[in-house]
């Protein structure tokens, strides 16, 4: 009788290493500058079914610094911008320049799980700095890299060893195609069963400005305007310098913000089929069972919120929280993760897929766990993240065409929308992003003139209309602002609060 026991134990022992020998795939699918907070998912129904519906969908995700670059970065990565050293989307800033190439290449996802036995693609926008120069970034053994920011038409990919020039393909098209060929030829199976496994990162432009939707969705949302959020078009007192001093917008921005909260929402409608594509391939090829399917954004937006006409870089909810849904081996359907996450955590997570430890300079915290609850809900833990951002703005941010002097180092000064500039050097901030029990809050330090200070209860105020960072109790604010400074000094595991 033992002996019998002994035996089954042993064979589906056997059994369970033969299915978990199989290492899992991950495709991991990156939009650019799409909210949650304004229904930046709205547009996107088959996502939503495939990946929420079909996986979990994560309601507390947020980016650890709401600007494309250092996002992306640590995304890359799993570190927060104070330790990856990349601050804004310039050169001089640590997007794509020389320390990125020699120190964080090397220690960046791809190039672990390409040395784990992985095959790697990468189509799209990869880093704002990024031109085509030289090799192809280390890590990837497929490399369709976008020059420089998002764009539409008109772009240069790096496809691998060259550079091809695109007047009037559809950017988001294109990696549809690239990415769905690469997912085949994956798949295909050499001998019996026994492919590599891959990594596949797609980075399509939207909902990016310039808002380029594909000829084929121009006007579906035409009859929506910009969501009409309490905080709209409101100048507030009690916010911090560049907010409070911003003007109310006329009557033509609010206009011109609409149509582009149109194109915004419309420009998705591609990405969204892109999804539903790559999906429909993995499916094809007896893979949809074995891969891994994450969708996510570099960073949020707003689009006319406290009358900042459009964009990200602000510490508000739009900016920070951003879209995730996850599919793959072990979740279970319609499950819901109310748990704080974070970009820095993704790194960690595929790794624990792609059965590897994370490496100690990584300061995300993989989620894999918790997503194996076979419970709908998902068990919940306390986090407290950091969101960290450096002010963009220095003599060569000045505009000649607005009326600003090049010594106020303000940047993102659009003629377009009545000189309101959108960034100034002391729009920088430190925020702890607190989720716990009995409490969902966000505390920010600023590094201006003023040390202003801003905290939101997002219990019972979610569009952030009342800063309470003065109603706090002595003894809340110095919890918050100790716990804080621990985080803008952590690495690795001491990030873990
Ligand atoms: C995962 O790693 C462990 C320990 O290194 C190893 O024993 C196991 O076989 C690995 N599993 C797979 C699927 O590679
Ligand atoms: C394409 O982009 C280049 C710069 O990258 C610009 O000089 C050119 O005018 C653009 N062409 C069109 C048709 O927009
Ligand atoms: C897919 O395989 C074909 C044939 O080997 C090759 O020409 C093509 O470049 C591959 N495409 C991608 C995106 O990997
Ligand atoms: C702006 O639009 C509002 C609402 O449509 C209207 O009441 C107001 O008169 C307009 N202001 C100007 C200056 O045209
Ligand atoms: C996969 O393909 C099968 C057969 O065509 C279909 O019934 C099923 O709905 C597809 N699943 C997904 C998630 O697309
Ligand atoms: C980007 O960051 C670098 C390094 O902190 C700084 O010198 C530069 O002025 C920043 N760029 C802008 C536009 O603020
Ligand atoms: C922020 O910078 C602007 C422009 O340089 C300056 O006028 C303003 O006083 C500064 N405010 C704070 C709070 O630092
Ligand atoms: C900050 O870090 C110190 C040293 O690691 C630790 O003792 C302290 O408890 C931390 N404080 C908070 C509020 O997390």
Redesign the pocket.
Same mark, same amino acid.
């Given at each position: 009788m033992i002996i019998l026991t002994l035996l089954i134990a042993l064979i589906l022992a056997c059994l369970g290493n033969a299915a978990a020998d199989r290492l899992p795939n991950i495709l991991l699918i990156l939009s650019d500058d799409q909210d949650v907070e304004l229904r930046g998912m709205f547009p996107m129904e088959q996502t939503i079914a495939l990946l929420g519906f079909g996986g979990a969908l994560f309601h507390n995700a947020f980016t650890p610094t709401p600007i494309c670059c250092p996002a992306r970065t640590s995304l890359l990565t799993g570190m927060y911008a104070h330790n990856h050293g990349t601050r804004n989307n310039s050169v001089s800033g640590g997007c794509y320049g020389p320390h990125w190439r020699r120190a964080l290449e090397p220690r960046a996802l791809p190039n672990i799980l390409q040395q784990n036995g992985y095959n790697t693609f990468f189509g799209g926008k990869y880093l704002n700095q990024y031109y085509g120069a030289g090799e192809v970034p280390k890590g990837w053994n497929e490399f369709y890299g976008l020059h420089g920011n998002s764009r539409y038409y008109n772009y240069t990919l790096r496809e691998n060893s060259g550079n091809v020039h695109y007047e009037s393909t559809y950017l988001t098209d294109l990696l549809r195609d690239r990415a769905a060929d690469f997912l085949r030829n994956a798949t295909q199976s050499p001998e019996s069963g026994d492919a590599q496994p891959f990594f596949a990162m797609v980075a399509p432009p939207a909902a990016h400005e310039p808002f380029t939707p594909a000829p084929r969705h121009e006007g579906v949302f035409s009859h929506i305007k910009a969501l009409r959020t309490p905080s709209f078009n409101q100048v507030k007192e009690d916010k911090h310098w560049l907010v409070r001093t911003s003007r109310s917008l006329s009557n033509e921005t609010i206009d011109t913000i609409d149509k582009y909260f149109q194109k915004r929402w419309e420009s998705l409608l591609a990405v969204d089929e892109l999804v539903a594509t790559l999906v429909g391939v993995l499916n094809e090829t007896q893979s949809l069972d074995n891969t891994y399917i994450v969708y996510t954004s570099d960073n949020g937006y707003h689009v006319g919120q406290f009358a900042q006409p459009f964009d990200k870089r602000q510490p508000y909810e739009t900016d920070i929280g951003i879209p995730l849904l996850i599919r793959g081996p072990g979740i279970a359907p319609e499950s819901h993760v109310d748990t704080a996450v974070s970009l820095v955590d993704l790194a960690p997570t595929i790794l624990a897929w792609a059965n590897v430890s994370t490496p100690a300079y990584m300061d995300g915290q993989s989620f894999h766990e918790i997503l194996l609850s076979k419970e709908r809900r998902i068990p919940f833990f306390e986090r407290s993240l950091l969101i960290e951002y450096w002010g963009e703005g220095n003599v060569n941010t000045y505009n000649p065409e607005c009326p600003w002097a090049e010594q106020d180092r303000l940047s993102q000064c659009t003629p377009e929308v009545d000189c309101h500039c959108q960034d100034s050097w002391n729009n920088t901030y430190a925020c702890l992003r607190n989720i716990r029990h009995r409490e969902d809050r966000v505390y920010c330090e600023f590094r201006d003139n003023e040390n202003y200070l801003e905290a939101y209860d997002l219990q019972l105020d979610q569009f952030q209309m009342t800063n309470i960072a003065l109603d706090l109790l002595p003894i809340e604010r110095a &919890?918050y602002s100790?716990?804080l400074r621990?985080l803008t000094h952590c690495s690795g595991h001491?990030c873990f &609060?």
């Open positions: &919890l100790l716990r621990n001491s &609060l």
